[in-house]
């Protein structure tokens, strides 16, 4: 296992900063979903557009399952902290698997 080893925590370390990324992507739509729910910035500007269209395109696909299980509370759209959530617990299986692979031999005695 010692020759898969630089390549696997490569991966490893990939996959935890993609999942980084995204959450960083939830945070933003949510940021700039709010701003221009308050009228802060005009959502009739082409860049701001674009920009809120790209952050639509690439979180709907983790927030839509969680917004068809969880309503809205008072008008108050919560699946973006539960999507968060959900994929820092992914960032800490992934980190605690590999550790465990490392640590335990990779055997697969779970």
Do not use: C
Not at 39 to 51: E, S
Not at 58 to 69: D, M, Q
Not at 73 to 96: K, V
């Amino acid at each position: 296992m010692d020759a898969a080893q630089p390549f696997l925590s490569t991966i490893v370390w990939l996959i935890e900063k993609i999942i980084s990324l995204y959450i960083w992507a939830i945070i933003l739509a949510a940021v700039v979903s709010t701003l221009a729910s308050f009228g802060v910035i005009d959502t009739r500007n082409r860049l701001v557009w674009t920009v809120m269209d790209f952050l639509d395109r690439v979180t709907a696909p983790v927030l839509r399952p969680i917004r068809r299980i969880i309503p809205y509370l008072g008008g108050i759209d919560i699946s973006p902290l539960i999507a968060i959530l959900l994929l820092g617990a992914l960032q800490r299986l992934i980190a605690d698997l590999y550790v465990h692979m490392m640590l335990g031999g990779g055997g697969g005695g779970f």
